[in-house]
């Protein structure tokens, strides 16, 4: 069964089927997405600055040409199940960042198996909604990212300090962009 939070740019969708992944007890956590400039404005827009600064101090969040990268680490959370190579936040419970703290597509990504399991093919409405308001995220955050993208290298071509200043920047910056969205009405556009 497939299940959505709509709260604009932070909507959850969420699948019964993640608590028994097909792919193992870290799920997609095995691949995290990266962090990009839209989710690093998102975070600090959120209050998680600070959050931010202290990851990439541990190196826990990597800064890279086009945003952060999550840390993979190798290890099982219990003697019985298996080690696995996953995101440096997935921990026995699944993910240990709140949402507003995590990629936008660790918020919003379903895999096809739920959309099977959570059945699409047979029109269920929560599985049909969530299909349209995954396509309007990823549009929206791809949009975002080539905006962002364009004023980092336009505003810092030596590329940026990686300071509270700079998160600072990035977080209006997404601000900016949020308000100008219908996303920015939560619910609307979504379906
Ligand atoms: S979205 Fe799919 S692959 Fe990811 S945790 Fe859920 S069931 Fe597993
Ligand atoms: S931030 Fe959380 S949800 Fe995203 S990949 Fe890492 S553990 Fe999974």
């Known amino acids: 069964m497939i299940r959505l939070e709509v709260l604009g740019p932070h909507t959850l969708l969420l699948s019964t ?12 956590c095995k691949a995290p997405p990266e962090m990009d400039w839209s989710d690093v404005g998102r975070v600090v827009a959120g209050g ?3 959050f931010l600064l202290a990851r990439i101090a541990k190196k826990d969040l990597i800064p890279t040409e086009d945003g952060l990268v999550l840390r993979r680490v190798k ?18 419970g699944g993910c240990t960042i709140a ?13 096809e198996d739920t959309f099977i399991e959570g059945g ?24 975002w990212d080539a905006e962002l993208s364009a004023r980092v290298a336009a505003g810092f071509p030596e ?9 600072d920047w990035l ?12 996303l920015a009405r939560a619910g609307e556009g979504l379906g």
């Open 48 to 50: 998680g600055r600070d």
């Open 17 to 28: 089927l993640c608590a028994k992944c097909p792919q193992g007890p870290a799920g997609c």
């Open 159 to 167: 590329g940026p300090a990686w300071d509270a200043a700079f998160l």
């Open 120 to 143: 699409e093919r047979k029109g269920e409405r929560s599985a049909v909604l969530a299909r349209q308001a995954h396509g309007a995220l990823r549009a929206t955050y791809e949009r």
């Open 171 to 182: 977080g209006e910056a997404f601000v900016e962009l949020e308000a100008a969205s219908p």
């Open 75 to 92: 290890r099982r959370e219990a003697p019985t199940e298996p080690m696995e190579r996953k995101c440096v936040f997935h921990g026995a």
């Open 99 to 111: 949402p507003p703290l995590r990629p936008a597509t660790c918020n919003y990504f379903l895999c």
